[in-house]
């Protein structure tokens, strides 16, 4: 969080250094939450347990958002990126506030309050989430104010302000408004028979204060308008009626200038923006439930008017109409964030879609194919995967294969079953297609969906009755086990046998998120692979004892004994005076034995290299504890999302790769795969895990102290991004 590139203005570097003492103070000064541990040299008993051995999880999962703000002064991204990064803190921030701080508030308002491993309660995590949060809001709209603006304007893509409107742009604005605004727009008065409103979770308000009396003698004072959620929130003006470039409006300028329209015979003395941040967390005693599907779109609608959890208001808004709303939603000033500008950012995402400006975003690239399936004569998927296993890297090579073998699937009149889980991927993508063809043509398809895939459960309750119809054997999984597995199996008829063909994965089946996270697929043949899917499949849709898996490693069952054993392997060799290798790169890491076990590890001198994008409660470099230990963050143009586990193993490496974090929910209460490679793809995953590990423009370094500085290259060193490296191995 307080290294810098090379390539920020003075202007930038000033902000940044003024900005960050502030931002940072509250992880700085978490030596009170994160003491540093340091041992004489002489061998004495350590508590691997203690508190100021673990970094608390919700101010950890902060820090990854604060370094994605961060990527946002990166000059070497194109403008429109770091623009886009600005806006992905904000919705990432969104989602902390609804869940993480909504279940802090949760603990202490029902006296539930529970403690992890660093023993922080929720009244002090929230306190600290506070002053992270505020300090870096502020930050956030003052880099797009005294920067992002700017350099949009320099570049012609300017947000116009209502005094910059000339005259000619302000009667088409008042047309605009009067013919798309106004008759879908519903001002509320305040007053006895007009209460407060439940307003929308995140959606844009204004509070107005009035002066005189309406149509029926009343004089309330007060007025609150919600703009329609199916209005956009940026409105580009017509070329003709500006200069050269790209001209914005905000929607909320619009209903400012026109406020008094919505109130005729009164004056509009302030009209003021806010929005509401409630509990978006769905929550049910499991116990209870007789259907799944019925219960979860009952809890669905109440996700919009959950408990508030923070307030944002336009910074100018007076006192007391702040204190209002305070009360009205039953919010703190601690809880409340004046913000100098939009109060909902994330809604600027649509600037993608308004602007075309390939000159500020990511140069293009074709993702990249395994060459087997590059000739004409041997694109059959299925002959393919009879030469040998297939391991991809999306989104540097293409997910193409996958949906292929799926398309391949549903058509082969020799396929007689397909079988797939579904966690996060749309009911009209091209792999559900396939789905719903195959059941069509007389295939026996089963899918297991997650339907509580956070904020997707909708999407996935249409899926799900999408399926249904098509002649699909829809599955809901395990009740309080969420399925989070990643695996496609297909029997083929070859012959007088049923041949299996499987594709296991770290990410979901969605393209979308194909092109735009790091994810590891693998296909195969196997037949060891192919059975132990099959066991897998049966786990979830029917009932039974735990079957034993030959080569696959299952949660909540055998994944995390089975890391527990390969670290503690690795601690045994180092013992013995022989190498001990760990590299780890996953998402979080927040599982305590696992924590242990790698402290253990480094005591008995393993080299343990750690990629965590995310959470991380492992703190490196306590001496006599965890010296043996680095923790990077990777953060750039993809999202990081492969999960990886290497083991040294005195040379004949064990590398797995899984659709599970380090993560108490992933090991302990969720159903995962974890699945081997050998050979070279093991040789290849150990290759680009190196790419991470020499990272030295886009990775973060987890310091001691909690901290995360930026890797610079050392002098006369070349810069080297991982992420680039890949896209040059693999993509055109």
Sequence with gaps: ?????????????????????????????SREILPT???????????????????????????????????????????????????????????????????????????????????????????????????????????????????????????????????????????YFEEKILPVISPIGLDPAHPFPRLVNKSLNFIVELEGKDAFGRETGMAIIPAPRSLPRLIRLPDELCE??????????????????????????GCYQFRITRNADLTFDYEEVDDLARTLRGELHSRKYGDAVRLEVDNRTPQELIDFLMRECN???????????????????????????????????????????????????????????????????????????????????????????????????????ALVEAARNGKEVTVVIELRARFDEESN????????????????????????????????????????????????????????????????????????????????????KIQRLKKLYNAPFTLHAKMIELIQHEAKLAKSGKPGHIIVKVNGLTEPKMIRALYEASQAGVKIELIIRGMCRLRPGLKGISENITVRSVIGRFLEHTRVYYFGNNGKHEVFCASADWMERNMLNRVETGFPLTGKLADRVKRELDYYLQDNTQSWELQADGRYTLNLPEEGAEPFSAQQQLLQDFAT
């Design 37 to 175: 541990v340091d041992h004489p040299d002489e061998v004495e008993p350590v508590d691997l347990k203690a508190a100021e051995l673990y970094i608390n999880r919700e101010l950890s999962h902060l820090q990854f958002n604060v370094r994605v703000l961060e990527q946002t002064l990166d000059e070497r991204h194109p403008l429109l990126e770091r623009l886009m990064f600005l806006l992905i803190f904000s919705s990432n921030l969104d989602e902390f506030f609804e869940i993480r701080v909504a279940d802090q508030l949760s603990q202490l308002k029902y006296g539930r309050e529970a403690v992890g491993p660093d023993a922080m309660y929720p009244g002090k995590v929230l306190e600290k989430i506070s002053e992270i949060c505020h300090a870096n809001v502020d930050r956030q709209y003052r880099i797009l104010n005294e920067i992002m603006f700017p350099e949009m304007a320099a570049q012609g893509i300017r947000f116009l302000r209502r005094r910059d409107w000339s005259d000619e742009q302000k009667a088409w604005i008042r047309t």
């Design 461 to 544: 309750l249409h899926l799900a009755s999408r399926l249904q119809e098509a002649g699909c054997l829809v599955v809901y999984g395990v009740v309080g086990y969420k399925t989070h597995a990643k695996a496609v199996l297909v029997v083929r008829q070859e012959g007088n046998k049923l041949v299996r063909y499987c594709h296991l994965g770290t990410g979901n089946y969605h393209s979308g998120t194909a092109r735009l996270y790091t994810d590891y697929s693998y296909m195969t043949a196997d037949n060891d692979i192919g059975e132990d899917v099959h066991k897998v499949f049966q786990q979830l849709t029917g009932m039974g």
């Design 1 to 29: 969080m307080t290294g810098q590139v090379d390539s920020l203005t003075e202007q930038e570097q000033q902000m940044t250094e003024e900005m960050q003492n502030q931002a940072a103070q509250a992880l700085v000064d």
């Design 331 to 433: 919010l703190s000033d601690d809880q409340v964030y004046r913000v100098d500008g939009p109060v909902n950012l994330t809604r600027l995402m649509a600037v993608r879609d308004l602007i075309e400006r390939k000159d500020l975003r990511w140069p293009p690239f074709s993702p990249g194919l395994p060459g087997k399936i590059k000739k004409e004569k041997e694109k059959d998927m299925f002959q393919a995967l009879k030469t040998g296993d297939m391991l991809l890297m999306h989104p540097f090579q293409s997910f193409t294969p996958v949906i292929d073998l799926l398309r391949q699937a549903a058509k082969d009149p020799d396929v007689v079953a397909i079988k797939q889980t579904l966690y996060r991927t749309g009911d009209k993508s091209d792999i559900v297609n």
């Design 244 to 269: 050269e470039g790209d001209n914005l409006i905000f929607l909320s300028s619009i209903i400012h200038e026109f406020a008094d329209e919505l109130f005729p015979g009164m004056t509009v003395e």
